[in-house]
T-cell receptor, first 110, second 115 residues
Framework: QKEVEQNSGPLSVPEGAIASLNCTYS??????FFWYRQYSGKSPELIMS????GDKEDGRFTAQLNKASQYVSLLIRDSQPSDSATYLC??????????FGTGTQLKVEL | GAGVSQSPRYKVAKRGQDVALRCDPI?????LFWYQQALGQGPEFLTY????????KSGLPSDRFFAERPEGSVSTLKIQRTQQEDSAVYLC?????????????FGSGTQLSVL
């Protein structure tokens, strides 16, 4: 079992719709959770971090964490073509190392 | 500089050749990380420095991989006797200090192709 699992996609949504990206993790000791966006051929960029159960909103992005279910998600409201990218879920138990999932490719269609 | 700088951007090596990849982190950033990203995969942790000290090298896949950061700023990842399975993008990331380690700033990466 991989430490961080994501559906590779592609996930296709129409412009203006809500995109829902999901991630599960295996280590119950994980404490910090992150979503990175990676455009093709570019480096990852942090878009959201979440540390406690519940929702965290930042503009069009909402991160949701459920530690009991070992599940973290990212919602993107009013999806735009510029949101088309690979979204990487990453978790940290403690210390310094981030463990990434394989990423979900999102395509926002006109 | 304005961001994390990596060089070269692309590197083609013949199998068995040694390569050196350079990372110049954001000025003042204490923490520096190296990740390996294979095509279609997420980044895989290689090693971590706090200033000049290499605190975690658990992700280095073999003793052919070596990283250093002698003065606590620029870092070099060296791969000896390269193999085809070493072909990947090597990403360097830095962060300001231990308390904000989670906010990593990534460089553009070095794409290594071993023929």
């Amino acid at each position: 079992q991989k430490e961080v699992e994501q559906n590779s996609g592609p996930l296709s949504v129409p412009e203006g719709a809500i995109a829902s990206l999901n991630c599960t993790y295996s280590d119950r000791g994980s404490q910090s959770f992150f979503w990175y966006r990676q455009y093709s051929g570019k480096s990852p960029e942090l878009i959201m971090s979440i540390y406690s159960n519940g929702d965290k909103e930042d503009g069009r992005f909402t991160a949701q964490l459920n530690k009991a279910s070992q599940y973290v998600s990212l919602l993107i409201r009013d999806s735009q073509p510029s949101d088309s990218a690979t979204y990487l879920c990453a978790v940290k138990r403690g210390g310094n190392k981030l463990t990434f999932g394989t990423g979900t490719q999102l395509k926002v269609e006109l | 500089g304005a961001g994390v700088s990596q060089s070269p951007r692309y590197k083609v090596a013949k199998r068995g050749q040694d390569v050196a990849l350079r990372c110049d982190p954001i000025s003042g950033h204490v923490s520096l990380f190296w990740y390996q990203q294979a095509l279609g995969q997420g980044p895989e942790f290689l090693t971590y420095f706090q200033n000049e000290a290499q605190l975690d090298k658990s992700g280095l896949p073999s003793d052919r991989f070596f990283a250093e950061r002698p003065e606590g700023s620029v870092s070099t990842l060296k791969i000896q006797r390269t193999q085809q399975e070493d072909s990947a993008v090597y990403l360097c990331a830095s962060s300001l200090n231990r308390q904000s380690e989670e906010k990593l700033f990534f460089g553009s990466g070095t794409q290594l192709s071993v023929l």
